[in-house]
């Protein structure tokens, strides 16, 4: 069954060239300060090849599927999704685990698997079993968050439309 895209906020995490952190935190993103999570998808270089907001390299498929795992904070401070393994939100590939053919993750056709949490973003983040960094470049790790507003602000914009009648 297909799913509604209700809203979408695309987020970028630069891992600095030659860092040797394994745990770097969400930006604060403005737009999803009160919204709700309904889910999250990861990309890595196989499947886009550069940042829009950054224009860094993704990671690639190894660092983002096999090595990276994903702590979501809620806005009490709970940690509701606790090193979650990144293959999870994984649900797009260009290009299978040898680097040939192009597939997309059979293990996970539903990646929209949020109730709708709030999520404090600049609390929560990735970790990496190994630095994910490359000496001569910065690079990019990417996620789609698909989110809803709160229900009155929701309410509100639906009345509104794209046509130029009223």
């Given at each position: 069954m297909a799913q509604k895209i209700i809203r979408h906020e695309l987020v970028e995490i630069t891992i600095p060239k030659?860092?040797?952190l394994t745990r770097y935190n969400f930006p604060d993103i403005p737009n999803l300060r009160t919204s709700h999570i309904w889910a999250l998808e990861v990309y890595n270089k196989n499947c886009i090849s550069k940042g829009i907001i950054t224009q860094n390299e993704l990671l690639p498929i190894s660092a983002v599927l096999f090595n990276s795992f994903i702590t979501l904070v809620n806005k009490g401070g709970k940690e509701f999704i606790k090193q979650a393994p990144s293959t999870i939100f994984a649900s797009v590939f260009?290009?299978?685990i040898s680097g040939v053919g192009s597939t997309i993750n059979q293990l996970d056709w539903n990646n929209k698997s949020f109730v709708g949490q709030k999520v404090n973003y600049p609390k929560s983040y990735i970790e990496f079993s190994t630095a994910p960094s490359d000496p001569a470049k910065d690079l990019c790790f990417m996620v789609s968050v698909y989110y809803s507003l709160p229900l009155n602000e929701e309410k509100a914009e639906s009345g509104?439309?794209?046509?130029k009648r009223s």
């Open positions: 030659g860092s040797t260009s290009q299978d509104k439309s794209f046509s």
